[in-house]
């Protein structure tokens, strides 16, 4: 490919006040609710139990990620909390069948977190900083789905990069960039079938990783890669580093062999650690 990187100078983080951030969001919460009413008939409902059998005999990919990862001044409960909250999380998208035309929001199946229906405290991230709330750590779940969706023929529509890079790569498996950030719920990821197949999702825990696999109503016609471009860590103008790559969708058809590439996003990250000391830390 011949396109050229994006501009690696970041403005410096900027911080808002509480009153201000909270007003914010229930009003892009109201806007998103509204879209979702307007649009009602678009999204795939949530599971009504097992995708009948047969329906999507072709799995394109299985993915998982570890549950327990010990993070640097992270209590270890928040950890086990998130474990909590990926369950109850999960049991709303298992089974989800996406019909040619129809859209996936994780939000929209999932509902918003609260105490009420069994979600603790988990970790969450605010202007790069590490913090606990209600819901916390369904991040994971949102990776995981993106990185899954990116590996088929179905299309990321709504996706939000995380603006920080908060810990150091640690057992790193998959290219940085490759995650999809969640806050109920306008910051969403949204996955539609533009294609004339039917898919459907599978979600399940065990007692190490979440699981997830993303099946098909048809074979695969490509095997898929994605892979970085450009990595690339800047010192900044106010004293700070970022972190910046592209990422790319490699196609390699079935049986031809013929290699088709998409740019799929660029990412801009702040870095919340020093990148020239050992370890990141």
């Known amino acids: 490919m ?11 983080p900027t911080t808002r006040s509480p009153l201000r951030s909270l007003l914010g969001k229930e009003f892009y919460i109201l806007k998103r609710r509204l879209r979702w009413l307007r649009d009602s008939a678009a999204y795939a409902r949530p599971p009504g139990g097992e995708v009948p059998e047969g329906l999507t005999p072709h799995s394109f990919i299985r993915h998982r990620s570890l ?12 950890q086990y909390n998130k474990v909590k909250n990926l369950s109850l999380a ?32 988990g970790l969450v991230l605010h202007n790069g900083k590490t913090g606990k709330g209600v819901g916390g750590g369904l991040c994971q779940l949102g990776n995981l789905l993106y990185w899954m969706a990116l590996h088929t023929e179905l299309e990321v529509t709504e996706r939000w990069r995380h603006s920080f890079d908060v810990f150091p790569d640690v057992n790193r498996t998959i290219p940085f960039g490759c995650g999809a950030t969640l806050s109920y719920n306008y910051i969403d990821l949204e996955i539609t079938n533009n294609t004339p ?12 990783y979440l699981n997830g696999e ?11 890669e994605i892979v970085e471009a450009d990595h690339r860590i800047v010192h900044q103008w106010w004293g700070g580093y970022t972190r910046h790559n592209r990422i790319i969708k490699r196609r390699t058809g079935l049986p031809d062999g013929v290699v088709l590439e998409t740019p799929v996003a660029e990412n801009h990250a702040v870095m919340m650690y020093n990148p020239l000391l050992e370890g990141g830390c």
């Open 2 to 12: 011949t396109e050229k990187p994006g501009p690696a100078q970041v403005d410096r």
């Open 67 to 78: 549950l327990l990862r010990p993070l640097k001044d992270v209590d270890m409960y928040l």
């Open 90 to 121: 999960i049991a709303r998208i298992d089974g989800t069948v996406l019909l040619p035309g129809q859209r996936m929001s994780v939000w929209k199946l999932v509902g918003r977190p609260a105490r009420r229906k069994g979600y603790l405290d």
């Open 197 to 208: 197949d039917i898919w459907s999702v599978r979600l399940w825990l065990d007692d190490e």
């Open 214 to 224: 993303i099946l098909c109503s048809a074979p695969p016609s490509y095997r898929y």
